[in-house]
């Protein structure tokens, strides 16, 4: 069963960069029909897509958010990153890892998160 | 690209059905079949319970079905069950590799 966690400081400072990682077992990260997004939600808010990651480093980033987010991947080690520049309390968040399906196949595209981690709470504060 | 619309409520009670509305635009949810819907229960994670419109990931009851009509997505739940009352949100592909998130529907279970 592929599982995904998300690690990283629980804290940032304004203005500071938050740093996560996901952590991928019992799969890989390095099939085709896959990217790997971060996705997150402010607390008692929705959900925000902010950008996904091929195993060969195609990212695609939320417009909005495309000036401050830069997202990696180390498929040796099965581990994806996200890093999120200057950040303010808007950022407060629980910021998601997941699976994002994303293949050519009967014809037709195919997109959807189907696995997610568990979720981590990044504070920004002073 | 402004988020979807969504009701930030509904409920029904145990063995009803309920149905739960995503209205977008024509450069989401009316341009393309990529919808999924995702149930969330306080404190987890997201569980994706529809994808593209309609089809159901393997484990999810077939209570839970989806549908599209021009702009507007909706997910419905029959035969209601307690374990039902959570979040549920819309994911809706916006074209040039772009994914937005509805706001957020809260299911009661009455």
């Known amino acids: 069963q592929l599982q995904l966690q998300e690690s990283g400081p629980g804290v940032v400072k304004p203005s500071e960069t938050l740093s996560l990682t996901c952590t991928v077992s019992g799969g890989s990260s390095s099939s085709s029909r896959y990217y790997w997004g971060w996705i997150r939600q402010p607390p008692g808010k929705g959900l925000e897509w902010i950008g996904s990651?091929?195993?060969?480093?195609?990212?695609y980033y939320k417009p909005s958010l495309q000036s401050r987010v830069t997202i990696s991947v180390d498929t040796a080690k099965n581990q994806f990153s996200l890093k999120l520049s200057s950040v303010t309390a808007a950022d407060t968040a629980v910021y998601y890892c997941?699976?994002?399906?994303?293949?050519?196949?009967?014809?037709?595209?195919?997109?959807?998160?189907?696995?997610w981690g568990q979720g981590t709470l990044v504070t920004v504060s002073s | 690209q402004s988020a979807p619309t969504q009701p930030p409520s509904a409920s029904g009670s145990p063995g009803q059905s309920v149905t739960i509305s995503c209205t977008g635009t024509?450069?989401?949810?009316?341009?393309?079949?990529?919808v999924s819907w995702y149930q969330q229960h306080p404190g987890k994670a997201p569980k994706l319970v529809i994808y593209e419109v309609n089809k159901r990931p393997s484990g999810v009851p077939d209570r839970f079905s989806g549908s599209k009509s021009g702009n507007t997505a909706s997910l419905t739940v029959s035969g209601l069950q307690a374990d039902d009352e959570a979040d549920y949100y819309c994911n809706a592909y916006a074209g040039g590799n772009n994914w937005v998130f509805g706001g957020g529907t809260k299911l009661t279970v009455l």
């Open positions: 024509i450069s989401d949810v009316g341009a393309y079949s990529y």
């Open positions: 990651i091929s195993y060969s480093g195609t990212t």
């Open positions: 997941a699976r994002h399906s994303y293949y050519y196949d009967n014809s037709d595209n195919h997109y959807y998160f189907d696995y």
